[in-house]
């Protein structure tokens, strides 16, 4: 992998040279690990056209630091645990003579730009801008792969869930539930807080686990993701719960359900961003729900739960080829509760099949 | 409580008027909270003079936002989601004709700074600095109440698992397990990720559980902390399994109790705030621990995990009555494991006591 690190870290030093710049400044956590393999703990990447240099707080464990990690071409400075990577990184771009030095000004506070500019002596500050985030938008097939079993421990994690009792449990239990099941199968850990409603916070699309115990009738909805080597997928299941669901719970079901699929056969390479929200968007209004969904339909996931590009009705942008996104439509009714259904997939042109379903659970309305 | 809310609120506009600003635009959402009570949801506060205007999402449930929740000197201007609260808020102060706009650039991304300054029409901005975080410093009764309890939670939940059967579980589990316990004690969630070190991992300050099993004759480090009405608190306990500490344990154990025993009496109002952390320091370096401990010794705590002040060497400004710190120094011998004792306490005058001790589990070398 360290020549995969090597390679992006050149594409970022290409970047750099076309605009002009000696050198990249990189603070953002899921950037300097897309470009270094260093997971999240304050370090900062200086850039330069012949170096690389990450400065790490001195206090890691050293399965977390280590040159093993970094391969050979990176140097590392160790700075004091408690004080600012970034501001070592900038010192270390003043003494190496850099010029000017691209940062990343929608990641440093304004308080840090300062303390930044103090440092760097010599050094003229310029925007990074999200140039690599740029970059990461398009994945390869190691980072697909990892997405893959990410979204398999997040399948398993609910498969097993949907074999057990459920009436009776409170939002809270299943959401722990979940995730200590995905973090046996393997993950580092749940990608974002599980999302367990029951009744009438089914439906919802960040619904916080409260003690609410699941009833017989109820919808549920199950919002959840693993992370693993750093990736994260998500995934939402609507079930009911009992014999038989009622006419309006079917019909809301099937609704969410085709509301989804218009969004994921919309997805392809050189589509508009938009295209899949509108899909997603037409089939809900047509059915009445004319003020849903508020959010836009899907985005881009990967070392971040929620990355570029945006799928909501004004992005214009168009997708690429192996972009990993989500769609995931919801319709929730006050009171009642509601349906949310969604998948993460990976752009693939229509030889090679079509959108790459990574999270394969059933998207029937089983009645658990 | 919205009567305290509203009080803080004043407090702050004394501080602006004394600075010769109009107004203040709080972002940092532990600040947010402080100031209005609103859980964190992305919402910024303006405040001027005369008015208290709270930007929100458009999309929080009815529990999370609500007037009730807010008083009715306050009011509430709703922003689409996925739009950024604090640009709603900044055109609002050009609307109120303000002229002078402190805004939080310890909080505010270069980029973000830059947005705002490009819609708050007619409006100079200058910086808040850490105003609020100061006012946060001295706690309220009601907030060590809430303190308190995030205390006993997570007393509660630790005899909990002392009780149980340790050998042969890894770190994770007793993680997840601790976490699950403190939410079923009524915690809102743990205040931040449970760290159990087992064996070697023993002694560390934030080490990330892994799969390695507790096994007879290991140390068992425990670090963990509830989190009620956005209160947290921290405390850190070293046990040793099996029937008879080895004398190496024995005697660590002694040296980082007495080494915390110091730092936690050291505590008073009128003290210097390195104080605590050199008497915790000097305990450990006199029995030959020259380099450790690399970090401060405690740091206050409330609706942050660690806020001001930091309690390190360095640290130069006096403790006050009334202030929530953590005390936890620790020693971590490479391949062997280590001992860690972390307490929250207040820190009270001696009339009153002395400093009063939240966290209570016993710190003595328990055999499990």
């Known amino acids: 992998m360290s020549d995969a690190y090597a390679a992006r870290r050149e594409r970022l030093r290409e970047h750099c040279s076309a605009s002009g ?57 160790l700075v004091p645990a408690d004080t600012d990577t970034a501001l070592a990184a900038a010192e270390a771009a003043g003494r190496l003579k850099v010029l000017d030095l691209a940062v990343e000004e929608h990641d440093l506070t304004v308080r840090r730009h300062r303390a930044l500019a103090g440092v760097a002596e010599g050094v003229r500050l310029a ?18 792969a990892d997405l893959r079993i990410a979204a398999e421990i997040a399948d398993q994690a609910l498969s097993e869930l949907l074999e057990s009792i459920l009436v009776g449990r409170t939002e809270r239990h299943l959401a722990m539930e979940l995730e200590r099941r995905m973090i046996d199968h393997g993950a580092d850990r ?18 916080q686990p409260t003690d ?26 609507t079930f009911v719960i009992g014999a038989a669901p009622a006419p309006w719970q ?59 590009p945006r799928l909501g009705p004004a992005d214009m942008g168009k997708l ?5 996104v989500t769609v995931g439509p919801g319709v929730h009714l006050p009171g009642r509760g509601g349906v949310r259904i969604e998948d993460t997939l990976v752009v693939r042109p229509l030889e090679e099949g079509g959108p790459e379903l990574l999270t394969i659970t059933t998207k029937e309305l089983l009645a658990l």
């Open 21 to 77: 710049v000696d050198a990249a400044l990189v603070t953002r956590a899921s950037n300097v690990r897309y470009l270094t393999g260093c997971p999240p703990c304050g370090a900062s990447l200086l850039l330069t056209r012949e170096r690389a240099l990450l400065a790490l707080p001195d206090d890691l464990p050293p399965e977390e630091g280590g040159e093993h990690l970094l391969g050979p071409d990176i140097g590392q400075l």
């Open 127 to 144: 925007d990074l801008g999200t140039a690599v985030e740029g970059m990461r938008v398009v994945k390869d097939e190691h980072e697909i």
């Open 190 to 207: 749940a990608a974002f807080p599980v999302s367990v409603g029951t009744g009438s916070h089914s439906g919802l699309e960040a619904h």
């Open 212 to 237: 609410r115990r699941v009833e017989e009738g109820d919808f549920l909805t199950v919002v959840l993701g693993a992370c693993y080597r750093g990736y994260g997928v998500s995934t939402a299941r």
């Open 250 to 308: 079917v019909e809301l079901h099937r609704l969410v359900f085709r509301a989804q699929r218009a969004g994921r056969e919309a997805l392809g390479p050189g589509v508009s961003e938009s295209v899949p929200d509108l899909a997603a968007r037409e089939v809900l209004q047509a059915a009445g729900h004319t003020d849903s969904p508020a959010h836009p339909v899907g985005h881009g996931i990967g070392l971040e739960i929620r990355e570029a």
């Open 320 to 324: 690429d080829n192996r972009v990993p």
